[in-house]
T-cell receptor, first 112, second 118 residues
Framework: GEDVEQSLFLSVREGDSSVINCTYTDSSSTYLYWYKQEPGAGLQLLTYIFSNMDMKQDQRLTVLLNKKDKHLSLRIADTQTGDSAIYFCAESRNNQGGKLIFGQGTELSVKP | GAVVSQHPSWVICKSGTSVKIECRSLDFQATTMFWYRQFPKQSLMLMATSNEGSKATYEQGVEKDKFLINHASLTLSTLTVTSAHPEDSSFYIC??????????????FGNGTRLTVT
């Protein structure tokens, strides 16, 4: 199976919070990342968290990491239509700097 | 910030021809570049890793004779799809890391190339 798994779709109303979930399998993961991909474009790094952290907040984005359950989530507060995109979580493993394992991506649809 | 320019953004070619895709780091030296392939509604599949001045390392199942990767300088890597067929139609994305590698921005992505083989 996949090393990194995400649900494929999420639909929310503008102004609500969005929570995108991700699970991974490798306990040696050192850093975990969230990327955003808009249609026809490359990936944009949103935020990252080191594996010894539980939470990280950056403006409207909150990342929660449960290392015991190997579960990562991204919460977007006050979701806007411009947040509609595909969100990928990714993990890096020790001594493989730069080589990331990506999830399948979650397509976030924000309805006005 | 670090910028990776990928060219062309889209290309249509006939079956049997070869297509070259360029990936350039504009304001940093890219010691390592990665080439990904992405099918619609799917994740990025790593094809190969290239380090400047050495042969690319291909992932299992990726034909190195079909997908030729050259990383001749610290700012340029190319992917050539040789004898392209319709099943090679896909979205190809490059990414690059500089020196020193930093976890807070591990990969800088190009905007991708949409290849359609007719």
């Amino acid at each position: 199976g996949e090393d990194v798994e995400q649900s494929l779709f999420l639909s929310v109303r503008e102004g609500d919070s969005s929570v995108i979930n991700c699970t991974y399998t490798d306990s040696s993961s050192t850093y975990l990342y969230w990327y955003k991909q808009e249609p026809g474009a490359g990936l944009q790094l949103l935020t990252y968290i080191f594996s010894n952290m539980d939470m990280k907040q950056d403006q409207r984005l909150t990342v929660l990491l449960n290392k015991k359950d190997k579960h990562l989530s991204l919460r977007i507060a006050d979701t806007q239509t411009g947040d509609s995109a595909i969100y990928f979580c990714a993990e890096s493993r020790n001594n493989q700097g730069g080589k990331l394992i990506f999830g399948q991506g979650t397509e976030l649809s924000v309805k006005p | 910030g670090a910028v990776v320019s990928q060219h062309p953004s889209w290309v249509i070619c006939k079956s049997g021809t070869s297509v070259k895709i360029e990936c350039r780091s504009l304001d940093f030296q890219a010691t390592t570049m990665f080439w990904y392939r992405q099918f619609p509604k799917q994740s990025l599949m790593l094809m190969a890793t290239s380090n400047e001045g050495s042969k690319a390392t291909y992932e299992q199942g990726v034909e190195k004779d079909k997908f030729l990767i050259n990383h001749a300088s610290l700012t340029l890597s190319t992917l050539t799809v040789t004898s392209a067929h319709p099943e090679d139609s896909s979205f190809y994305i490059c990414s690059a890391t500089g020196q020193p590698f930093s976890y807070n921005s591990p990969l800088h992505f190009g905007n991708g190339t949409r290849l359609t083989v007719t």
